[in-house]
Nanobody
Framework: QVQLVESGGGSVQAGGSLRLYCAAS????????MGWFRQAPGKEREFVAA????????YYADSVKGRFTISRDNAKNTVYLRMDSLKTEDTAVYYC????????????????WGQGTQVTVSS
């Protein structure tokens, strides 16, 4: 049974930092494209960042480029999202997702999802 469990969310002031964790079980994260998505109240789920399987190419949404960093620890089967210079508009529930295939920003193509972790950025 595949499980993706996010943690690390919380409340922070604008300009601050958080690190999100996605612990995978039932799959080997290094063989999946792993992504982070977010969904703010009243908005659609949107792509944030992804790291491809095997060769670890990273992709970012324009809105987070230069501020967020996605990485993977294969030994721990965990994917991370480091978020710096946080803005109020980054407030959302953040979801980890796994995809057997290659990179895409389309959430419906991802095979597995975590339950989400709340990130709240205040001014």
């Amino acid at each position: 049974q595949v499980q993706l469990v996010e943690s690390g969310g919380g409340s922070v002031q604008a300009g601050g930092s958080l690190r999100l964790y996605c612990a995978a079980s039932g799959l080997t994260a290094s063989t999946y494209t792993m992504g982070w998505f977010r969904q703010a109240p009243g908005k659609e789920r949107e792509f944030v960042a992804a790291i491809t399987r095997s060769i670890d190419i990273t992709y970012y949404a324009d809105s987070v480029k230069g501020r967020f960093t996605i990485s993977r620890d294969n030994a721990k089967n965990t994917v991370y999202l480091r978020m710096d210079s946080l803005k109020t508009e980054d407030t959302a529930v953040y979801y980890c997702a796994g995809l057997r295939g290659g990179f895409t920003t389309t959430s419906s193509r991802f095979d597995y999802w975590g339950q989400g972790t709340q990130v709240t950025v205040s001014s």
